[in-house]
Nanobody, 124 residues
Framework: QVQLVQSGGGLVQAGGSLRLSCAAS????????VGWFRQAPGKEREFVAA????????YYADSVKGRFAISRDNAENTTSLQMNSLKLEDTAVYYC?????????????????WGQGTQVTVSS
């Protein structure tokens, strides 16, 4: 089993920055990639970004490309999402997730383990 514990998030004005972190523990050797997803009220959970456990490959949704950056700290088994130039439409609950399977990283159904979620609210 893999456990994911999230930290970070909160309230920020539009144009500001926030950083989310996701600490993995347990059988982390089974992880192929860690992804970040978000879900706004009344909407489906959507892909934000992902990074392979090795850190060699990163993936971003078009809506966040150039504003968000995903990174790994191998020593700490932590994956972070730096969010800059935040927009009102970035408001959502953000989840980190881990998948054991190599391949597509954008579909929530491909992920086996999920963090507890953290609220990000961008105000005008």
């Amino acid at each position: 089993q893999v456990q994911l514990v999230q930290s970070g998030g909160g309230l920020v004005q539009a144009g500001g920055s926030l950083r989310l972190s996701c600490a993995a523990s347990g059988r982390t050797s089974r992880i192929y990639a860690v992804g970040w997803f978000r879900q706004a009220p009344g909407k489906e959970r959507e892909f934000v970004a992902a990074i392979t456990w090795s850190g060699h490959m990163t993936y971003y949704a078009d809506s966040v490309k150039g504003r968000f950056a995903i990174s790994r700290d191998n020593a700490e088994n932590t994956t972070s999402l730096q969010m800059n130039s935040l927009k009102l439409e970035d408001t959502a609950v953000y989840y980190c997730a881990a998948t054991k399977v190599a391949g597509t990283v954008v579909a929530p159904r491909e992920y086996d383990y999920w963090g507890q979620g953290t609220q990000v609210t961008v105000s005008s």
